[in-house]
């Protein structure tokens, strides 16, 4: 496997430190903006049924980002520990996203699913999101009780 220079993986938006991308994040925030959507507009819900959840390394092999054996290989050489921390934190919010877009696609004008529930489901995905930025660029920070919390309450 190829070892990278640190502007190599600046030019394909890893993080030096912790060898994670940042264009992962897409995957997420595209789907929080179709969700933000379907809570308003339900016809617009239908649009997340084309979301596929996918891990880190699939993403970036089924993506046609120009750089991703850059990102694969920084992503394999990552300190285990700061990989195995984001892979916990992109489970869990690949299950919180699944959930939630099922709850939303299940759900119908004759029975809709109750708005709270939903923009906390929301609520939810976006904090996943958040952690998982700190935990690309380093900042990991716990997981407060009051998040997991919340996103245990949802199951």
Same mark, same amino acid.
């Given at each position: 496997? /190829?070892?990278? &220079?640190?502007?190599?993986?600046?030019? =394909?938006?890893?993080? +030096?430190?912790?060898?994670? *991308?940042? $264009?992962?994040?897409?995957?997420?925030?595209?789907?929080?903006?179709?969700?933000?959507?379907?809570?308003?507009?339900?016809?617009?819900?239908?649009?997340?049924?084309?979301?596929?959840?996918?891990?880190?390394?699939?993403?970036?092999?089924?993506?046609?980002? /120009?750089?991703? &054996?850059?990102?694969?290989?920084?992503? =394999?050489?990552?300190? +285990?520990?700061?990989?195995? *921390?984001? $892979?916990?934190?992109?489970?869990?919010?690949?299950?919180?996203?699944?959930?939630?877009?099922?709850?939303?696609?299940?759900?119908?004008?004759?029975?809709?699913?109750?708005?709270?529930?939903?923009?906390?489901?929301?609520?939810?995905?976006?904090?996943?999101?958040?952690?998982? &930025?700190?935990?690309?660029?380093?900042?990991?920070?716990?997981?407060?009780?009051?998040?997991?919390?919340?996103?245990?309450?949802?199951?």
């Amino acid at each position: 496997m /190829e070892l990278y &220079d640190e502007q190599a993986l600046k030019a =394909a938006n890893v993080n +030096p430190v912790t060898g994670l *991308a940042t $264009d992962y994040l897409n995957l997420f925030n595209e789907a929080i903006m179709l969700f933000e959507m379907g809570i308003d507009m339900p016809d617009m819900a239908e649009e997340l049924t084309d979301w596929s959840p996918r891990g880190y390394v699939a993403h970036f092999e089924q993506s046609g980002f /120009e750089q991703k &054996d850059v990102v694969i290989a920084a992503y =394999a050489q990552a300190d +285990p520990e700061v990989r195995q *921390a984001f $892979d916990e934190c992109c489970a869990q919010a690949l299950e919180v996203f699944e959930s939630a877009i099922h709850i939303l696609l299940s759900s119908s004008v004759a029975a809709p699913a109750p708005r709270d529930e939903l923009e906390g489901r929301l609520g939810a995905m976006k904090a996943l999101v958040l952690e998982m &930025d700190s935990h690309i660029h380093g900042r990991r920070e716990p997981v407060g009780n009051t998040l997991q919390s919340e996103v245990d309450a949802l199951f």
